[in-house]
């Protein structure tokens, strides 16, 4: 069950709200949004059937839901979240998100920046800790990577994303950062996703790479329930029988989540396919399907990065990707 508050619901409102559901041996989780508040109540819930809940002060309406993710439901939220970080609304106008895989240098983090920012991104993304399969791949600059992709943000003006794998780093990279990526190895790393809840920041919550759509979800309440609203979801791909591509793109789970969940979709072609080739056509079938936006990984020079170049764009590819995604945006408004 969730009680969606008025807008002009107060905090006392909310208090009174909580302190009632709690009589009857209930859980309650505020999640402040940017209009309204939305309490949600864990628990046998049936013992508030017969309650006067949408008929106190402040209450705008009591939905009963079925799904396991009360908060993450569409059911709870009808209007689409947008997650505001800066300048940039995500979840309102399409947000193109692109940069390195790795940060590498000062020098090659604002080559990349100035070039996809030139071709419409507005999201600069460079990983400073790298979770990689091999032990003896290159792992980052770490917290040196954090403060140059920080001052590359600064200087260009767009808004940053990184990599956390650590609850223990959480704060540290709050400090650089203005997104927190969870990537797809710790979609399930429950005691971090508890700890950015707690945190408030923006986070881009990538699927892990064998998860169901309902595990995906529920990843995500994990996160609200600890009174973080600002949660995207990021499609990267699954790890199916094919063996030519990476991974295999479900573009079906785009759909499939804007229909179930209120929270923003992005989607990742550079691992969802791991091939360069392959980035520009599921890029515009991401757009046609419905997504709020791309990251895509952009590389001044791929053939010499330290981390997938393999399914890294230079510059000049992802300017004409951009250039084919407005032109299908353009023709969806028509």
């Not at 109540?41 to 939905?63: A, C, F, Q, R, T």
């Not at 309102?92 to 998100?97: D, E, I, L, P």
């Not at 691992?271 to 419905?290: E, F, K, N, Q, Y």
């Amino acid at each position: 069950m969730v009680i969606i508050m008025k807008e002009n619901a107060t905090e006392e409102n909310i208090r009174n709200v909580c302190e009632y559901v709690r009589k009857f041996n209930l859980s309650t989780h505020v999640v402040n949004g940017a209009e309204r508040s939305i309490i949600g109540v864990i628990g046998n819930v049936e013992v508030l059937e017969d309650k006067p809940i949408s008929s106190m002060e402040g209450v705008y309406d009591v939905v009963r839901i079925s799904s396991p993710y009360k908060l993450v439901s569409r059911s709870a939220k009808p209007d689409n979240t947008v997650v505001r970080v800066k300048d940039v609304d995500i979840g309102g106008n399409f947000v193109m998100m692109a940069g390195p895989c790795a940060v590498e240098s000062y020098e090659q983090m604002i080559e990349a920046a100035k070039a996809v920012k030139k071709s419409g991104a507005k999201v600069l993304r460079g990983g400073a800790y790298k979770p990689r399969s091999s032990p003896y791949s290159f792992q980052g600059l770490e917290e040196e990577g954090l403060k140059i992709l920080n001052a590359v943000g600064r200087e260009t003006g767009m808004v940053t994303i990184t990599e956390i794998v650590s609850s223990s780093h959480i704060d540290k990279v709050s400090q650089y950062a203005d997104i927190l990526q969870v990537g797809s190895r710790n979609m399930q790393n429950f005691e971090l996703l508890k700890e950015i809840g707690k945190s408030n920041m923006p986070v881009l919550l990538k699927r892990g790479l064998s998860s169901t759509i309902e595990e995906w979800l529920n990843a995500a309440e994990y996160i609200m329930k600890e009174g973080n609203p600002n949660v995207i979801l990021c499609e990267r791909g699954i790890r199916t029988f094919e063996t030519y591509t990476r991974n295999t793109l479900d573009l079906n789970a785009v759909a499939a989540v804007k229909n179930l969940s209120h929270l923003p979709v992005i989607v990742d072609p550079s691992h969802g396919t791991g091939r360069r080739d392959l980035i520009a056509p599921l890029s515009r079938a991401a757009v046609a399907v419905g997504a709020d936006g791309l990251i895509i990984e952009v590389h001044p020079h791929p053939d010499m990065a330290l981390s997938d170049g393999a399914q890294s764009l230079t510059p000049e590819e992802f300017d004409k990707v951009s250039k084919e995604v407005n032109k299908i945006l353009l023709a969806l408004k028509d």
